[in-house]
Each structure stands twice: as C-alpha cells, then as structure tokens.
C-alpha cells in the first residue's frame, strides 16, 4: 500500500487526484493539505467524495511518513519544495511546470521564475509513460506533463520518423476547457459571465506548453525545429469545464499513404493502455474522453495526401493531470500502470 | 439633452448603461468612472462598445455639471455617496439596495449595514415605473428596484385587490442568471467551473430582496403578511449568462376563474409598455425577455382553480437594473418612457 | 453472473446502463438492442465504452437467454414488450412509466395510452430500494422509479409521520438537466439553440411524475391529498446535461425544531446506502451528485419553524434511471445493494 | 419604403432578419412565410419580436408585390426558387449557398447538386460589400457569403498583395457556434446533450465553405493556389449559441514588419463601416461581435517576424449572415449601408 501525500489537495488537480485515489487498491492517502480550507473536513468541503474522513493540514505539514507525494501548487511553490521533499526521501509527482524544461533560460522566459534547483532537472523523468516508464519506474522526482503537451505529443510522437520528413513546423491548434486554462484562479479566464457564449486565444506565441512540446518533440523524434521551425502552438479558452482538443496541421513534401499513417498510430495505441486510435473516418471530441485517462486521437488528410490534420483529445484533469499523475505513481511502485483508472 | 454621470460603469450594471446610452437620443454620457479601469479608455476596456471616447474617471470625480448621475457601485459606497451628490444638486438613480427599504432595522438585518442616511428614505421614489411614474418624476433620488423583486412584483402586483384574499403566503421560486446573482464579484457564485454544469439555491431564507418584495406588496396591495405570512423567496443560480424566472405560487380559498386572473394581467399589460402577458396556454422562458426591458408574465392553474402558478421572465440585466434605471430617468426628465429601450 | 440484456441501449438511460454495467463483476451484457443503431458496433457508436464487442440487435432480438432484461425504450413499446419477456420467464426491470402507476385512469390521463397490462400492476415492484427492497428482491418486473419522481419521494419520505401533520400541499418546484427531460427525442425540449442560455417551465400542473409522487407519498407516509391537497410539481428545464435539483416547500401548522427534522433525515440517511444528508447549513448543489448514485438532502426553515425548504440532489442518469436499476437488480439478484455503483 | 419577402422567416436567419428589419426606417416586411409554422401568428412563434401583426405564410406565396425577396431557405429550395423569383422582376438576396460558387463542377462536389440555373452565376453579386459594393448596388440576384467565409475571407483580403508572396497555404481552424453550424435541423450537431459540454472538428477537408473563401480570395488578391497550395479550413463545433472564430495561420518566406501588417488592416478598417482592428497586443474573442454586424480583427506574431496569427470574430447570424443581408439591401436600394444595424 503506497502511503500517499497531497500538498494543494483542494485545487482543481488536487480534488482529481482525491476522486481518483478513493478507489485505487494499492493506495492510501495519508495526509492532504490546503491553505485556504485547512482545518476543514474533507468532505465538508467536497461532499461530493465520500470515504475520507481527514482534514485539510496546512502546507507545511510533515510528509516525511509518505512514500510518495504529489505536488499540485503553483510553480514556484513547487520549485521551493521539491529539493526539501526529495531530502527527506520522500518521492515526488509534481504536477507543476516547475522541473519539466531542461534549458532553464526558456524556463525563466515562459515562467518569469528563476529556477533555483536546476542539478535536480537531469535526474527528473518527465512523467509521459508512453514514452519514459522505464525512467519514471526509478524516478525519485516525475515532472507531469502539461495537459497542452500530452494532447500535442500523444499526437504527435506516434508518427516516429515520418515527423523527421516534416518539412514545415507542425501547427497546433489547441482548445481548453477552464479547468485547464486558470482554473479556480481568479479572472477573465474563469469568470463566469467572461467565459460562457464566449472563445478567446490566448498568449499566442507565448503559452509555456511550447517549449515543452518542442522540447519533447525534438528529443523523441527525428524533427529538427532548426530545420523546419519553432513549433506553432494556439491555446483557446472553450466554454466548457474540462476536455483540450488540439487539431494540429501536418505538411509533408511528399504524399504519405493513409495507410501508413494508420499503421504507425494503431501500433502505438497497441502498445499504450491508455492511447486510442479512432477507426477511419471518424475523429474524437471532448465527450469520449471526458472522465477517463485515455488518450483518443484520429486523423484526415486532404486529396494530395501532403496535408494531414490529427485530432487529439483528452480530459485536462485526467490524462492531462491527476489521472497521468497516478498513472506514474502506480509505475513508480511497481503496479499495474492502469491501476485505479478508466 | 441629459447629461449623465456613471459612477461604476465597468461593472456588469455599469456596462449595460452604456451600452443602451449609446444610442439614446436625448442623453449624453458625459462622464464615466471605474476604480478598476481608471484612467484607460472604455473602448479599450470594452471593444464591442463602439462611440465612446472618453477614459475612465476614479470613483471621487467631480460631477456637479452632470444632471443626473447613475450609481451602479456595491451598497455601502451608494448609501455615503448618495448625500454627497443630492448636496451638489444632482439627481441620482441608486442601482444599489442602499436607499429601498423603508425600515433601517430590516435594512441592517438584511444588509449587515447600518443606515447613515435614514432622513432621505421618505422622498425616496421606488424607481417601479408600473406603480411610481409620478413620483419618479419629480424625485431627487431614484432607488432602482431589485431584479429579483422587479420581477417577483410585476408577477404579483397586477392581480390587485385578488391578493387580499390570498390565504397563504405566496412563494416565489426565483432563477436567476450568474450577472444577476453575484456578476463579476470573485468566488463560487461566479467561477466558471463553479457554475457551469451546476444549479443551486442560496441565502434561503435570507436574501435582501426578500423584505422589499413584501414592503412593496404589502404597500400597494391589499396583501397582509401577519395575516397569510410572510413571502417566502428563494433564489437559485442558474449557469446562463442573464434572465431571471420567477414561479410564483398563490393558493386561495375559493376558485378564481380563469378569465378573471386574465383580464387583470391582460389590463394591466396594456397599459404598461414593458409588461407583456402571455397567451393562454403559454408561459414565459427566458429566452423571450433577453437584451429587452419587457417583463413577460403567464399564468396557468390546477383542476381546482384554487392553486395558481404565475410564471415571470426579465432580463436582469435590463428590466432587472439598467434598462429599468433608464426608463426612470426618462421619466425624470419628462421623456417618452420608452426612449432608447427595446 | 447475471446475464443482462438491454433493450433500448442506445437511448441515453441505456448508455448509461452500458456505462456503469461495464465494471460491475457480477453482471454481464449478453446482448443490447437499438432500433437506431443496429447492426452497429456499441464501440462505433460510443467509442468511450471500451469493453464492449458487441454489436446491436434489432430490438425484437430473441431474450430468453437473459436472466434479466432492462426495457429503456419508450412507454407504449415497454408497455406492450414487458408481458411477452414475463412469458418466457425472463425478469423485467423497466426504466419507462408503463408500470409505476397503480391506477390506470390516472395512467390513461397523464400518458394517453390505455394500459394493456392492468393485470401485472399488482405484482409489480416500485424499484425505490428505500423503501421496497423486499418486493424487489423477488419481484418478476420492477417499474423503475421516474427522475422526478425519485428525487421528490427521497426528499419528502424520511419525514415519515410529520408528513400527516403537514396542512398544504407540498410544492415541488423541480429543475432538471436536458438528459431527464426529452433527452435525445427531438424538439425544443432538446435542440442546443432552444435550450442553451434559456429556462423555462413546462406540463405545468401536468406533468406524469406528479401522480407517482402522490400515489407513493400517500402509500409510504400518513400524508392525505384529500385533506391538505394534491402534491403541486411544476418542472423546468435546466441548461446542463444532468442533474435534478428540487426544492420543496412544507408548511405545518406548528413549528418543527430543527433537531426533529434533522434527526428523521439523518436516520433515514444511515440505513440508506445512496442517501446523504447534509450538515447544518449546507444545501446540495447539482455537482455534489453528478455521476454517483447518491440522493442528496438538504434543509432550510424559517423563523417561525413552521416554513421549511427541503432541497434533492440527483444525477438524473443514475439515482433517477440506471444506477437506480442496477441497484434494484442488485437486490433482485442478492447482490450487494451498491455493487458496480458509486 | 422597400417592400421586404422573407421566404424562411422562421429559422434561425430568418428570424434574425425579423429581428434587425423591425428597426429599420426604410423597409417594410410585407409578408413573410413558413412552412412549419404556416398560418400562426408571427408573435405566438416568436413572443420576443414585437411589431409583427402578421401570420407565416405558406412558402409559395405570391411575393410579386415585394420589392426585395430575403431567401433564408435550404440550398436546393432557393436554387429553384430564385429564376422564378427574378423573372417575376423581382430583386433578390439569397442566404443560401446556390449561387455563390462560379464553378458548377465544385458546386456539385461540395454540395451533392446538380446546378440548375447556371446562366445566373455570372450576373450573381457576391454579397461582401466590403468587396462588392457597386456591382450589389444594382444586381438582381445578390448571393450572401457564407459566415465562415465571411470571416475568413474579411481576416485575409486586407492584407491585399502580401498575400501574393506567402509561400503555404493559408491554415483556418474555425469555431462556430451551433447556430452557425447545423441550428434547427436535426441531429449530432444540435442537439443539446451532443454539443453542450463537447467540442469538435467536423467535414475537415470537406466543407463547402472551402472553395467559397478559395475562389474569393484567389479573385480579389494575388494569392495563387496552384503555387502555394489550397486554402486548409477546418470548422469546428462550440458549445455557444453565436459566434465565429477563425483562427489563420500565415507564413512568410520572409519577416514581416508589424507596421506593415497593421497599417493595411488599419486602412481598411477605416474605409469599411463594419470592420474593427483591434489595438495592438488584443485580439477579438466573440464577445466583442456578439449582436452586432461588425466584425473585428486582431493579429500577433512570432518573433521571426514570418509567422503571423490572424484572428477575426463575427456573429454568424448578423455579419455571418441577415445583418450582412440588410447591409446588402441597404447598397441594392441606396441606402445608408449601415442603416438599422449596429
């Protein structure tokens, strides 16, 4: 049984990870805390779930009887507790951006933070189990992934080297429901009047998902951003409470078969519990991956078979966040990867 | 020509203003405050809002030049600023629920406040232009209804002297649209994820507009609350943007015909221009009331004819706050009471 | 192993079968019928329903296999069906309204159909496992409960013998999302642009939930409609996906204490697996239900005691449609009552 | 007084065009038609739009004693209908997509049809007054863009010759909102358990709006398909009742300067009365077009100064389609192009 801490269990990541963790098998939550419900009953708080009878401890409370605990704060509370938590040898998920960037100048660009623990980024797996289980298995520090990011590279990667042939930057088009655009934090992004009947872009050219993606994309595929160019990555706020559809456009110099194409994304989802490769002709939206940690994706190309548009989609709170995060929890502890997820 | 002052114009009720004074023939804007947004320029701050040039003034802006001055500012600022401007010989509409209710102990209950200026409650007017017109118009100070009571009165008040004979409290099961029940005030009455896929009732029991629904019932009709008891409101928070709909439920002792309930609505809509009754067989939604400053009412009863449902529909928005605070300013100036309203 | 089959499984009520069915480990869909979809695979028609190969029947698919068939087709076909499937010893659990009402001239009235079965009405079991566990767990045909009906009996039945002194009528003034209100038949009751941003009442003082809610009110509890008079249920249409919310007006003649009230709630609540009742102060939202089997209570009165609102909580889909009957099949079966449930 | 026929009045364009045309000063609905609602009164269908005392007529009602026939009808009805209107000597504005695309072999692909009056498309206006102003100052036969292509082709053409040297194709990830998408007709894409909540791309590669903004973009700059490909348009499906946003991807062999690219869209926003280009640094969400006939236009690019961002926002009812209509009837009748819009 993995003892289990939740440091911003209250949040919106932090309640996922409760809903999720209630009826994992092999996990028990320990201790959670909040800042701003601490000292509350959990369930006062979320009636809702049901089977926990703690509190909210403060932030600060001792985790060090945990084996593992996750971060759901923000970035730079994460980047200040990380290092401390690792010292008393307690794991780590950290569901903050804080440890997935290697370059740390392109983290103070995209983070406006200094990073203050930069010997710890070699060692930290970057939670995307399709790709890192090995590494995440022994982690003693998993960055998880953006929700942006493991909707564009699950979309992506499964493409292997035909992504080396690419010979324009990949265009993502990416479309987020609030919870995984701000949240509960306060503001335009997630006032109610600002957001219903309503569509925005946002921080074009400017979201800190790009380089994540960038990066990623670069280390697990033959695409060369020097050659083909920088990533182009769109967020939008969709007025809906969960869910990241990313279109993203492909333009090869050459046709590629569907077949090929087809082939290259069912053998992946093969292998990955949790990624699904749509039958042809049909594309996934937000509803057949909302609530579940998968993973579904589809694809069409025009008549020159140049043009390719993939549709990927996932839950932002799941995949996107708690559910990926208990996911690298259960490889970390040497359990079945789909363990306590739909 | 009206020149306005706005005190609070980038709230939701501020907004509204100028967006219908924008096109009203006999009113000018001539200035315009927010403490938010002071010193930016109001089609930078609402692009949508074409025809305005000015900026943002701060709240404290001199506003003696103005003939008339709206405040759309939270209850406590409306209660000091109100004496201030009635001094420097403006006219004022208060949207706050500042200057409504006659009885300061009912005030401070309702309202957490203590009345600083309880000797202008007297020549008040009560900005209900269906009941108030002439006082309305030669007022100094205009206390625009609540949304919730505009609507809970306009569905009641029309019945007349039927109210006296009313043996139990009538209940007003009100649902109101997120601008209507919190607007852009930060918290779980206006967080996205809050809201959104979510209903629920609130301050049951409790709500400020309880106790002006009944002192103007009680007021100008022959309803007695220590005789039926008092009106039991109870508010819900819709997830749509605007609208209220309130289900109003009358219990009396004998059958009233159905003819009866009708020609009473159906006289009283004539002569009012925002009030519309519906067909028989038809009630309201919120749709047929959205961006307008009608209030649209229907009625349908049971077998017996002794219980009666009486169905009301406004845009809180505009019948509910600045459409209304506008038809009241029409008739403080002498203006068809319609002017620049839909 | 129970082996199911579902007719109609492609409704909403029957995805929601398919949904929850999938992990529970005592049941198996041997076979699921659509007169919509047949011949198609459930994994094309609802690809987030991993786990099912199976393709659908045509609805006059041969049952007798099963040990237990879910009707979720509509009135007149379940109506018709239920006598046939009784004949080949197949048992019934119907999710339509053919078989709730025990009086078929109420049942002419509010369904405008004549019943063809009268003779099964006695033996049928109301599948409120509140308060019928005993018949169900035996019964050849279950008619399950209505949405409405559900979160209006659960919200009123725990008061058990102050329901005799109550001297009005209940007033149930219910809210209900888009799923438990017309679903997928086409209509304003269901198209985006008609719905979305809008909310209205409907079947005022004529919807077919009210005599389920009176006939069983009157049966399980000392409540006389000819003495305090017919239970008033006006629906209104919510612009959410699931969910009903309901609150209900009580007046009794002399105040209740808050301790009496509570005390019959929180009884009730402990012996019932899917009832909660809320902590002082607090009133169920539509979220606290969302996806879980679990009726949530909550209570509110006024100063003199004598007025109290009770407010219901259910996810139409489950507690008001197929978790509901997968808790009654459970019971029919000599399951544990919650198994494959949350 | 233009003497207006509306054949269509009922559905979502239609309706729209009821709602602006109750306002305009000089034009007069003579009558207007429906085939569902045919013989009831235009308020008993829609009780918000005040001012219309007449019923639906039947669609094939003698209009000959109309100046100016509005066809907000499917796309094989108007084909038909449109000789006989003009041989009647009738002017018409046709909302349908039958007469806008020059191509009769396009035509068939896009929209399953055999043209049947190919001899008008030469004569035909395209109703972009932006674009079009004399030539629909004096057509017959005024065919009325498509919304997404109003919107993307208004996003492009101000960039005027710099779209003759982009090297790729133009990239449009659209979002509409449901009434722009589907609105009344039936199924998936109205419904409103399929949309709400949910998001998705749909008829990617396969919209007939595709060749509409690739014909009109290839006449009216030098941008050339054959050497820098087909313009890619993806619409996608927004849980919003209006609005569309459009989403361009544009990519320079060479930078940029931002100047450049503002002064051109400042230009023409200058010139035309119903497009706004934001300030720098903002960029439209549909928030700002809602209810209105303008569309606004924003754009941002990378720091290579070679990959630009164009996002343009319109309400598809009124700029995307009877707000754009009556624009073109104000030109076709010498009007104030903006009269009795906003």
Redesign the interface.
């Known amino acids: 049984m993995v003892r289990i801490g939740i440091i911003g269990a209250a949040g ?1 990541s932090g309640r996922e990870l409760l809903y999720w963790l209630r009826n994992h098998p092999e996990a028990k939550v320990e201790l959670l805390t909040s800042s701003k419900y601490q000292r509350q009953k959990v369930c ?1 708080v979320f ?2 779930l ?1 089977g926990y009878s703690q509190v909210f401890e403060p932030n600060d409370v001792d985790v060090s009887a945990c084996d593992l605990v996750f971060l759901a704060i923000p970035n730079q509370a994460s980047l200040e507790l990380v290092p401390k938590l690792l010292e008393q040898g307690v794991r780590v998920i950290d569901l903050s951006g804080a440890y997935r960037l290697r370059d740390t100048n392109v983290f103070s660009q995209f983070y406006q933070l200094t990073h203050t623990a930069p010997e710890l980024l070699d060692e930290t797996a970057f939670g995307l189990p399709e790709f890192f289980k090995e590494k995440i298995s022994t982690a003693r520090l998993v960055a998880n992934p953006g929700c942006y990011a493991t909707g564009a590279l699950l979309g992506l990667l499964p493409l292997g080297k035909l992504l080396g042939s690419l010979d ?2 990949p ?1 993502i ?1 990416a ?1 987020s429901g ?2 995984g655009a701000g ?2 934090v ?1 503001g335009d992004m ?12 946002y921080k ?2 400017a979201h800190q998902h790009q380089p994540e993606i960038q990066q990623y994309l670069t280390d697990l595929s033959p695409y060369k951003a020097e050659e083909s ?2 990533v ?1 990555f ?1 967020p ?1 706020l ?6 990241i ?1 990313s ?1 993203i ?1 492909l ?1 090869f110099p050459e046709a590629i078969p569907v077949a090929d194409i087809r082939s290259r994304f069912l053998e992946f989802a093969d292998e990955q519990k949790f990624v ?1 490769f ?2 042809e002709g ?11 940690n ?1 993973v ?1 994706i589809g694809t ?4 020159s078979g140049q ?1 390719w ?1 993939v ?1 990927s989609s996932l839950d932002n709170l799941v995949k996107g966040a708690s559910g990926q995060a208990i996911q690298n929890m259960n490889l970390m502890f040497g359990l079945d990867e789909g363990m306590g997820l739909l």
């Open positions: 919106l006062d009636p809702e049901t324009r930057a265009i088009d479309k609030v919870s949240g509960r306060e997630t006032n109610y009047v600002s957001v219903n009947e309503n569509f925005k872009a074009v050219f160019g920088d182009i769109t939008h969709l007025p809906v409470n969960r869910g559809l279109t456009y333009h699904h749509m039958d049909s594309l996934p939206d937000l509803k057949v991956t909302l609530n579940s998968r579904m069409e190309s025009d008549d043009n548009v549709v």
